[in-house]
Every structure is written in structure tokens, then in C-alpha cells.
């Protein structure tokens, strides 16, 4: 329902062309939430509904469809804002979401230079699809992301947020720090949520942030234990556990097993569940180095090991000397033979 797919109107799917209506910007001929569609330029309207006497064409689907030229008086979308939500979108939504957007997006090659300087290669780089993320060209991404999944789940996808302008007029944006976006996948493969690495921090900022729309009012990010892409393939070696997302696909790649990570090591009881989904009869836990002088962290390495080994499974933890603070500094040290140890 409502694609017109009649070759002899110009209409092409996904195509930059025509815009279909949605319940944030009615058809300007019969105010109609679906259906309809208007040219990019806001001059021409395939309206389904109103012919005001024309002769009907008919597209592939044997659909009427009439014609309307606005002549000088381009269509101009209704400012209506979306219902305010903090329902979070299906994960299939999210993902189908996420794809949109990261394929409006290029990684730059100063951010493809520090990823290969971490040890990634650049078949790793794309298979895990980061991407740079500006400053400008935000509205554009968003177009991408309506043209991908339709409107109406926009308001469900953190990260996609309704902006009004001083004229009351609205549009659809994406928000974000500037910086690396770095995918968060499920152990299906799914992008659940989407992170960056921030290019400028100040002492005491957090590196790492979720793209999220809490700040607007709308749904926060997911936060799961994210999959490297690449560990999927290696599902017969021991599963590795670690923090932080980009260690993790480092880490996969450098150690060639897979290693999933944790949004933050407060939150190790999720790693039970990819655990046991797994199946990993034998699992390493290699947090970063300040295990051993931060309280925390030591505190939710013990809870994790003690909960692993009563589910019955052969639990190791890796630790390493050396001025290495996370596994990927480690096993890029070893890569480049500065360090031969971990315990
Ligand atoms: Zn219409």
C-alpha cells in the first residue's frame, strides 16, 4: 500500500524524487495521512483521493491516482509534531533504522586511520560499518531513515528527533555528539543502538555516548551487551567478556576469538543471558587493568565469576602487566611484541 510504482510518473522506490505523506505532513489536496505523495520541490501532488473532475490515471497496482500541479505555491508539510513518546521501537524497527542512517554516511579517513592504528583491518572496518558523524547534514540523514522505515516509526527510534524552527515550522533530525558512530549489535546481528566516540573531550567528559533522544523526551538507547560482528563467525572458541564496544571488535579481531562486551561493568549480569544463549561451556572475563585498584570494577569481576561458575562453566580471568589498561591495548602491545605475558 501506498507506493505508486507507475514508471510513467517518475516515482521510484526510495528514490529522492517524491515524498510520501504521513501523519506529520498531509496530502495538501486531501489532507489524507498516507497514500499520497508530493515531489521533492513541493510543486507537483499524486494525490489518491481528489481528482476535482480530472480523469483518473491508474498505477501498476491498478490504483487511481490523480495529477495536481500546485503551480508557484510549493506544498509546505504541516508543522504537526509527533506524539511525544519514550516507547522505544521494535529492535527490527531500530536496526532497519540504524542501516538507514549509517548508509547516508561515510566513514572519513582520519577516523578510518585511527581505526586501522587500533589494529583493525580495513575488511573489519566495513563489516562493522562505523561511520563519521559531523556536524552538518543531520535533517539529511533523518530523510533517509523516513524514506527507509516510514514516519511513524521515527518517534520510536532514539536518536531520530522532531525539531521545530522559530517559524513553528517542524523537521526530522539526528542527533548525537560529533565523532566515531560505532554499531551495537545483538548476538542476532541486529544494530540495536548506535554510539560514539566523541572526537573533543574535556577532562571529566565521557568519551563514550549513546545516540539517544532522552534529552528531547523521547525513548533512551538501548543498552545491551553488544556482539562484534565478526565474533558470530566464531562461535566454537571460548567466549571472551570485556567492557566497551570498539575494545570488543578489536579485540575479536587481534585475539581471533570472539569477544562480546558489557555497556559498563556495573552491568554484568547481562553477560548471563548471552552466556547461556551462546552456549559457551567456557568463558574468559578480561576486564581492563584497573580491576585490581578500582573497587568497582573488582567488586563486579568477583560477582561475575562467582555467577558463571555456579551456572557450571569453566570460567578464566585474564590479567596483564605492563602499561596496557584495556585487552585491546594489551593484544595490540603483544601484536607489535612489546609485552609477552597475560596471566
Ligand atoms: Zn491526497
Known sequence: MGAFKDAACGWQPGGQGWENVSPYRRCPICEGRSYCQVARDGLTVLCKRIGNGARPK??????????HHLGGRPWTPSP???????????????????RAA????????CDRGALRARGLDD??????????????????????????????????VPGLAW?????????????????LLIPVRDLAGRIVALKVRRRDVEPGQQRYLYV?????????????VHVPRVALELRHRPLVITEGEL?????????????????????????????????????????DADARSN??????????????????????????????????????????GETNHAG
Not at 58 to 67: E, S
Not at 102 to 109: E, G, H, V, Y
Not at 263 to 270: E, T
Not at 310 to 321: E, I, L, M
Open 163 to 179: 525539531n521545530t524552527g522559530d517559524n513553528d515550522r517542524g523537521w526530522w533530525t539526528f542527533k548525537g555528539s560529533t565523532g
Open 247 to 287: 575494545k570488543a571488535d578489536v579485540s575479536t579481531a587481534l585475539c581471533d576469538r570472539p569477544v562480546v562486551s558489557l555497556p559498563g561493568v556495573g552491568a554484568w549480569r547481562m553477560a548471563l543471558d548471552v552466556v547461556d544463549a551462546w552456549g559457551a561451556p567456557e568463558v574468559a572475563v578480561a576486564f
Open 102 to 109: 549509517l548508509a547516508s554516511l561515510r566513514l572519513d579517513d
Open 80 to 98: 504537526e509534531a509527533p506524539a511525544p513518546t519514550t516507547a522505544r521501537a521494535s529492535v527490527d524497527d531500530c536496526d532497519r533504522a540504524y
Open 295 to 336: 573497587r568497582n570494577v573488582a567488586r563486579a569481576l568477583v560477582c561475575l565469576v562467582d555467577a558463571l561458575r555456579a551456572s557450571g562453566r569453566r570460567v578464566s580471568t585474564w590479567r596483564w602487566d605492563g602499561p596496557a589498561k584495556g585487552l585491546d591495548d594489551y593484544l595490540s602491545a603483544k601484536r607489535r
Open 123 to 156: 575488511g573489519a572496518i566495513d563489516a562493522n560499518g562505523y561511520r563519521s558523524l559531523g556536524i552538518t547534514g543531520r535533517s539529511r540523514i533523518a530523510r533517509r531513515v523516513v524514506d527507509a522505515v516510514g514516519e511513524h516509526v521515527l518517534p520510536g
Open 212 to 224: 539517544t533522544s532522552a534529552r528531547t523526551g523521547g525513548p533512551s538507547a538501548a543498552s545491551v
Open 58 to 67: 491508474v498505477n501498476r497496482d491498478g490504483v487511481d491516482f490523480y495529477t
